[in-house]
């Protein structure tokens, strides 16, 4: 069986509610390589919430870039505390700034911001999820253009495994409605004008934000870029990616 045949025999659909899709996958896939990646943003914080709820040890992984805000530093610091069960692992890049500078040139971000991202962001989280079977993400349809046709659960054919974005039907009001009935921990910095928060250099301030409105625009400002590379769509085929997708679908799904 295929993974989109176990998708269909789920009972999981487009619309099914957040919390039920963490619990089908919880339930479903307890036993693979299970991870949750986060940037710390609303989204990845209610997901995390989501999750922790079930009281199981999952790893959820963040990628230090060595160039992210204080603030984000801190709410890593708070949902460590709020949620100890769950396994907050680092997978960012072990390359210093002064290093880059000294291999690329200063202020690579500046000159080229694929490259930057590229090292600190898509490299990393690749060999992140070497050796993961299902990979749970806050991404929502709502956030970008680029991000307008995402499905609640995917083959990814870049990183060969199972994507699964519980928030995908979802729009920042929802979120903001979420982690303030749940009281999750959020980034300060959505309260002084930054809807999305990536690292400090290449995020700024919107004049009038607000933590239920979410916007790309502060991000690589002045730049023709609004995303970081680490959601891209490449397309696979053939017997190989089939018996990949078996591998992870089986044994057997019953409708639930």
Same mark, same amino acid.
């Not at 934000?209 to 970081?228: F, H, I, L």
């Given at each position: 069986?295929?993974? *989109? %045949?176990?998708?269909? #025999?789920?009972?999981? =659909?487009? /619309?099914?509610?957040?919390?039920?899709?963490?619990?089908?996958?919880?339930?479903?896939?307890?036993?693979?390589?299970?991870?949750?990646?986060?940037?710390?943003?609303?989204?990845?914080?209610?997901?995390?919430?989501?999750?922790?709820?079930?009281?199981?040890?999952?790893?959820?992984?963040?990628?230090?870039?060595?160039?992210?805000?204080?603030?984000?530093?801190?709410?890593?610091?708070?949902?460590?505390?709020?949620?100890?069960?769950?396994?907050?692992?680092?997978?960012?890049?072990?390359?210093?700034?002064?290093?880059?500078?000294?291999?690329?040139?200063?202020?690579?971000?500046?000159?080229?911001?694929?490259?930057?991202?590229?090292?600190?962001? *898509? %490299?990393?989280?690749? #060999?992140?999820?070497? =050796?993961? /079977?299902?990979?749970?993400?806050?991404?929502?349809?709502?956030?970008?253009?680029?991000?307008?046709?995402?499905?609640?659960?995917?083959?990814?054919?870049?990183?060969?495994?199972?994507?699964?974005?519980?928030?995908?039907?979802?729009?920042?009001?929802?979120?903001?409605?979420?982690?303030?009935?749940?009281?999750?921990?959020?980034?300060?910095?959505?309260?002084?004008?930054?809807?999305?928060?990536?690292?400090?250099?290449?995020?700024?301030?919107?004049?009038?934000?607000?933590?239920?409105?979410?916007?790309?625009?502060?991000?690589?400002?002045?730049?023709?870029?609004?995303?970081?590379?680490?959601?891209?769509?490449?397309?696979?085929?053939?017997?190989?990616?089939?018996?990949?997708?078996?591998?992870?679908?089986?044994?057997?799904?019953?409708?639930?």
């Amino acid at each position: 069986m295929t993974v *989109v %045949e176990a998708i269909q #025999r789920s009972g999981i =659909g487009e /619309d099914a509610p957040p919390e039920a899709i963490v619990t089908w996958v919880l339930d479903r896939f307890g036993g693979r390589e299970l991870v949750v990646t986060t940037s710390f943003g609303m989204e990845g914080c209610a997901l995390i919430d989501m999750v922790a709820r079930h009281g199981r040890s999952v790893p959820v992984i963040y990628l230090d870039t060595m160039f992210l805000f204080p603030e984000t530093l801190e709410l890593r610091d708070r949902l460590i505390t709020r949620y100890p069960h769950l396994r907050f692992e680092n997978r960012g890049t072990t390359l210093t700034p002064e290093q880059q500078e000294a291999v690329h040139g200063p202020e690579l971000w500046r000159r080229n911001p694929d490259a930057c991202c590229r090292l600190r962001k *898509v %490299e990393p989280m690749r #060999r992140a999820l070497e =050796g993961v /079977d299902v990979w749970l993400t806050g991404l929502t349809r709502s956030q970008s253009p680029a991000r307008a046709s995402i499905k609640v659960i995917e083959w990814d054919w870049r990183y060969h495994l199972l994507k699964v974005s519980p928030l995908a039907g979802w729009d920042r009001a929802q979120v903001w409605d979420y982690v303030q009935r749940h009281d999750v921990p959020y980034n300060e910095l959505h309260e002084r004008g930054y809807p999305t928060i990536g690292c400090t250099h290449c995020t700024v301030a919107i004049p009038g934000a607000r933590p239920d409105t979410y916007s790309r625009a502060g991000r690589w400002a002045g730049v023709d870029k609004t995303e970081c590379g680490l959601h891209g769509e490449p397309r696979g085929t053939g017997r190989g990616s089939q018996l990949e997708q078996a591998r992870v679908a089986s044994p057997d799904v019953s409708s639930s």
